[in-house]
């Protein structure tokens, strides 16, 4: 719902199939649950970490999602 993202901003997803899911209107807590998740992740995580890549990504969230769970 940004202005800043026009009309053409969204054909650009949708001609690569994804759907668009506009938040409701002034709701800033529409998605807490994933940020939670994702603030709980980069706090107890990657804060504390020299990320290198892609691959070094997903082997360090891997590990963290073992030892998390």
């Known amino acids: 719902r940004d202005t800043t993202f026009t009309a053409v901003f969204d054909t650009v997803f949708t001609t690569d199939n994804i759907d668009i899911v506009r938040t409701p209107v002034r709701t800033p807590v529409a998605n807490a649950f ?3 998740r994702v603030g709980t992740v980069r ?3 990657l804060d504390h970490l020299l990320i290198l890549g892609e691959q ?3 082997a ?3 590990d963290y999602i073992d030892h998390y769970n």
Do not use: F, K
Request: aromatic residues 0%; hydrophobic residues 25%.
């Open 34 to 36: 994933a940020e939670r």
């Open 43 to 45: 706090r107890e995580c």
């Open 56 to 58: 070094h990504t997903t």
């Open 60 to 62: 360090v969230l891997t």
